[in-house]
């Protein structure tokens, strides 16, 4: 069934290249798809345009159709274009021309977009969570190896002295600057795209407020042209907000795959979560991490990919806009994954003490001799110049002392304010559970 079907037959070949992957990514988009139907639905009923009788038995055969696209194994109509038709051939065949009455006052344009709109903001929840478990093993590991110092670098090169719970603490910060980041998508995405229909309203008497509400969205897109030119830039917004956290789950990866190299050995990680190689026995390979690396650093380009998609479109619906599930979907999972598997290895992770006593490591305190002598009253630059002397003409005798004591250094990396922060960051995720939304639209009629 196609929901623009006329009584012209269309290629095989042009209904198949239309098609795509739709199906396949329809199906994870079902469930949003039938909580926008319910709402509108309800609308519909509400402002006259279909009877009372006939707006209860869509909303009831609706909240079984949730049902069975929340089960493993469901599939779309072997007739069905996408979900939008699967969902409309159920209800035909169940209550005949009622059924027919669900596609009354919106597009394909607008009901695709509020599928995707509860869909993305429900992903975003979900993300949350992991992104928060993550966090809390950070700080775990952080306060376990809290006095254990750990050599910085900058440029590749022995920097300064640092911290297990500095560098730890570090990167769970900067998951807490994501969310703070999440909190701005996640208020673009909630709202509610439905009555825009094709992208210039209709004329039909509905109560766009009213979807919105039912829905669970906190706010309206008001111009129906406005709302179809956020379509892609919705998707792309939410491909940032998977970028941010793919640079720190990158850059996570990276460090932890140069620390365990045999140079270094700061950190190692339990056998059965690294592999081996095929000719080398001594091998133990961070291929986790590597491919943690890797899947984050290909989301991190997503959002080029997909204003490549849109930037440079006319205002309305275009086709063009299909592609960006497949580009948008599997990231989500995959990043879902990313962080999952980097929980485990920072759960796991040892770390190695004594570092910073190797000759490697001998002038890692030479910035504290620098320090000291501008302490005792000489100007910073002429006492750079001459520890910096002292390491040239190899007079410098290393020194192994640092008194730390600001908030975010050595002595007092601030995990509680790290921790602080992110409480904060999460409390700003707000995002009203799909199940909840669901079960209020089922029992709509039955409270009323």
Same mark, same amino acid.
């Given at each position: 069934?196609?929901?623009?079907?006329?009584?012209?037959?269309?290629?095989?070949?042009?209904?198949?290249?239309?098609?795509?992957?739709?199906?396949?990514?329809?199906?994870?988009?079902?469930?949003?798809?039938?909580?926008?139907?319910?709402?509108?639905?309800?609308?519909?009923?509400?402002?006259?345009?279909?009877? #009372?009788?006939?707006?209860?038995?869509?909303?009831?055969?609706?909240?079984?159709?949730?049902?069975?696209?929340?089960?493993?194994?469901?599939?779309?109509?072997?007739?069905?274009?996408?979900?939008?038709?699967?969902?409309?051939?159920?209800?035909?065949?169940?209550?005949?021309?009622?059924? !027919?009455?669900?596609?009354?006052?919106?597009?394909?344009?607008?009901?695709?977009?509020?599928?995707?709109? %509860?869909?993305?903001? &429900?992903?975003?929840?979900?993300?949350?969570?992991?992104?928060?478990?993550?966090?809390?093993?950070?700080?775990?590991?952080?306060? !376990?190896?809290?006095?254990?110092?750990?050599?910085?670098?900058?440029?590749?090169?022995?920097?300064?002295?640092?911290?297990?719970?500095?560098?730890?603490?570090?990167?769970? &910060?900067?998951?807490?600057?994501?969310?703070?980041?999440?909190?701005?998508?996640?208020?673009?995405?909630?709202?509610? #795209?439905?009555?825009? =229909?094709?992208?210039?309203?209709?004329?039909?008497?509905?109560?766009?407020?009213?979807?919105? $509400? @039912?829905?669970?969205?906190?706010? %309206?897109?008001?111009?129906?042209?406005?709302?179809?030119?956020?379509?892609?830039?919705?998707?792309?917004?939410? =491909?940032?907000?998977?970028?941010?956290?793919?640079?720190? @789950?990158?850059?996570?990866?990276?460090?932890?795959?140069?620390?365990?190299?045999?140079?270094?050995?700061?950190?190692?990680?339990?056998?059965?979560?690294?592999?081996?190689?095929?000719?080398?026995?001594?091998?133990?390979?961070?291929?986790?991490?590597? @491919?943690?690396?890797?899947?984050?650093? $290909?989301?991190?380009? @997503?959002?080029?990919?997909?204003?490549?998609?849109?930037?440079?479109?006319?205002?309305?619906?275009?086709?063009?806009?299909?592609?960006?599930?497949?580009?948008?979907? *599997?990231?989500?999972?995959?990043?879902?994954?990313?962080?999952?598997?980097?929980?485990?290895?920072?759960?796991?992770?040892?770390?190695? &003490?004594?570092?910073?006593?190797?000759?490697?490591?001998?002038?890692?305190?030479?910035? &504290?001799?620098?320090?000291?002598?501008?302490?005792?009253?000489? *100007?910073?630059?002429?006492?750079?110049?001459?520890?910096?002397?002292?390491?040239?003409?190899?007079?410098?005798?290393?020194?192994?002392?640092?008194?730390?004591?600001?908030?975010?250094?050595?002595?007092?990396?601030?995990?509680?304010?790290?921790?602080?922060?992110?409480?904060?960051?999460?409390?700003?995720?707000?995002? $009203?559970?799909?199940?909840?939304?669901?079960?209020?639209? $089922?029992?709509?009629?039955?409270?009323?």
């Amino acid at each position: 069934m196609k929901l623009w079907e006329k009584e012209i037959d269309t290629s095989k070949e042009v209904m198949q290249f239309t098609m795509g992957n739709d199906p396949d990514f329809d199906k994870e988009l079902a469930p949003y798809d039938v909580i926008g139907s319910m709402a509108h639905a309800i609308m519909l009923g509400e402002t006259g345009l279909i009877g #009372p009788t006939e707006s209860r038995q869509l909303v009831d055969e609706l909240s079984l159709l949730f049902i069975e696209t929340q089960m493993e194994g469901f599939q779309l109509h072997p007739d069905a274009e996408d979900i939008h038709s699967h969902l409309e051939e159920v209800l035909v065949d169940k209550l005949g021309d009622t059924g !027919k009455k669900i596609h009354t006052s919106r597009s394909r344009n607008d009901q695709v977009m509020m599928a995707l709109m %509860l869909m993305l903001k &429900e992903e975003w929840r979900d993300i949350s969570v992991e992104v928060k478990a993550l966090f809390d093993t950070l700080i775990q590991q952080a306060e !376990k190896f809290k006095d254990i110092p750990l050599p910085g670098y900058t440029h590749m090169q022995v920097a300064m002295p640092s911290s297990f719970a500095l560098w730890l603490g570090a990167y769970a &910060e900067s998951l807490s600057g994501d969310m703070m980041f999440a909190e701005g998508i996640i208020k673009n995405l909630d709202q509610n #795209p439905l009555g825009s =229909a094709a992208g210039y309203g209709t004329s039909f008497p509905i109560d766009r407020d009213l979807t919105t $509400k @039912l829905a669970g969205f906190n706010a %309206l897109q008001i111009s129906a042209v406005s709302t179809q030119l956020s379509r892609g830039k919705m998707e792309t917004l939410m =491909a940032y907000g998977l970028s941010t956290l793919s640079m720190t @789950l990158s850059r996570l990866a990276s460090d932890a795959i140069f620390y365990m190299g045999q140079n270094l050995k700061f950190i190692s990680f339990p056998d059965e979560l690294t592999t081996g190689s095929s000719i080398m026995p001594h091998k133990k390979n961070p291929d986790v991490l590597e @491919l943690i690396r890797a899947h984050s650093n $290909k989301i991190v380009n @997503l959002p080029s990919m997909l204003t490549g998609i849109y930037s440079n479109l006319t205002s309305g619906y275009h086709r063009d806009f299909q592609l960006t599930k497949e580009l948008l979907f *599997p990231a989500i999972e995959q990043i879902k994954q990313n962080m999952s598997m980097m929980r485990l290895m920072i759960s796991n992770m040892e770390v190695r &003490e004594g570092i910073l006593e190797e000759d490697t490591y001998k002038y890692i305190f030479s910035v &504290e001799e620098v320090n000291k002598k501008v302490m005792e009253g000489k *100007p910073f630059r002429d006492a750079y110049r001459e520890v910096a002397a002292d390491i040239d003409s190899d007079r410098y005798s290393p020194g192994k002392g640092s008194a730390y004591t600001h908030v975010g250094s050595i002595g007092n990396p601030g995990l509680d304010r790290i921790v602080q922060k992110m409480e904060e960051a999460m409390e700003q995720i707000q995002v $009203k559970p799909i199940e909840k939304i669901y079960e209020e639209l $089922k029992t709509y009629y039955v409270k009323k």
